[in-house]
């Protein structure tokens, strides 16, 4: 039997993978609803073989659905969650508004799957941030074997993560500089093409930025409150695809061989380890793919009990739109819709 589901900010790029995500998964749906502004009302995106009309968010009745994803940024979140959670449906959210909330669950399946059951306390489920998903994907297995005390991680975070506008910056930037235009900066803070920013997000009063602040609250939230958390992110010229490189200290040892056989064995994993050229992931070849791709796995002997490794997903995916689907089917499998 198959749920009502609604979207609200089908014409982003989390979406747009949303949709897609969706009919891949062959998740069983009775009814699909694409909702957006006015502004954009009567708009068509692809839902599967089928072009789906966006409906007015302002008109729209939620009561007559079971599960509502939540696509937009935090301010339509906030606006519109309450209303759409008293009508009764169970909204996953991928914005950053209600992540820190007690009550409402920050879940990545393969890391913190039994918190699905406090779904129903404010009928909300949150998201985390891309670049919290792929890393803890990566250290649940590890942390569980041998206890991770300190986590150093220095992300190198695709454009995409800041929206269609900001991808659509590094092309017509990077076009520009090849017949000698000035880089219109609109986006980033600096030029994006042929550079590197060391900020995603806007800064905060210790001198990080937001981003690694929820690197780090979520990586508290989610996986162990007591492991200390040092990250650094930046933002790169690449249109899809985050990789992160991870340092980890571990209370017990753990070889470089043991922990490669043991992700090998995780969920939502794939090991691509030679250590020769060419013998790893990049972001450009995780865009499109669902799993998280582990590389470099590397014993770090500056530490009594360290590991090193390059950890790369499709932002899009599995830093967004895969993990919404799979709370959706985990809460359904759960009994929660």
């Not at 949150?126 to 919290?132: G, K, L, V």
Request: glycine letters at 8%; a negative charge; hydrophobic letters at 45%.
């Amino acid at each position: 039997m198959g749920i009502n589901v609604a979207l609200v900010g089908a014409t982003g790029n989390i979406g747009r993978e949303i949709l897609a995500i969706l009919d891949e998964r062959l998740f069983a749906l009775d009814s699909m609803h694409v909702l957006a502004s006015r502004g954009s009302m009567g708009r068509e995106v692809s839902f599967g073989d089928r072009d789906l009309k966006c409906e007015d968010i302002e008109q729209f009745d939620f009561s007559k659905v079971d599960l509502v994803f939540m696509a937009a940024g935090s301010a339509v979140a906030e606006k519109w969650v309450p209303k759409i959670t008293a009508a009764g449906a169970l909204v996953i959210d991928n914005s950053s508004a209600f992540r820190m909330d007690k009550d409402v669950p920050l879940i990545v399946p393969e890391v913190n799957a039994d918190a699905i059951m406090g779904a129903r306390v404010k009928n909300i489920v949150a998201n985390p941030n891309c670049s919290t998903i792929q890393m803890l994907v990566a250290l649940k297995p590890i942390h569980d074997a041998a206890k991770i005390k300190r986590i150093v991680v220095s992300t190198y975070q695709s454009v995409s993560g800041a929206g269609k506008a900001a991808m659509d910056e590094l092309w017509d930037q990077t076009k520009g500089i090849y017949v000698t235009d000035s880089p219109t900066i609109a986006n980033f803070p600096k030029q994006i093409a042929f550079n590197v920013i060391p900020q995603v997000d806007a800064f905060m009063g210790d001198g990080g930025t937001r981003e690694e602040h929820k690197m780090i609250n979520e990586t508290h939230k989610m996986l162990d409150p007591n492991i200390k958390v040092s990250a650094t992110c930046v933002r790169v010229p690449v249109f899809v695809g985050h990789g992160e490189a991870v340092n980890v200290e571990l209370e017990r040892p753990m070889s470089a061989a043991a922990a490669k056989s043991l992700l090998r064995e995780s969920p939502g994993l794939m090991v691509i380890d030679k250590h020769e050229d060419g013998g790893y992931m990049t972001p450009v070849e995780s865009s499109g793919e669902f799993a998280v791709y582990v590389s470099r796995i590397r014993e770090d002997k500056s530490l009594d009990h360290g590991l090193s490794m390059w950890v790369v997903a499709d932002n899009l995916r599995k830093g967004g739109a895969l993990n919404a689907v799979q709370i959706a089917e985990l809460a359904r499998n759960r009994g929660i819709i």
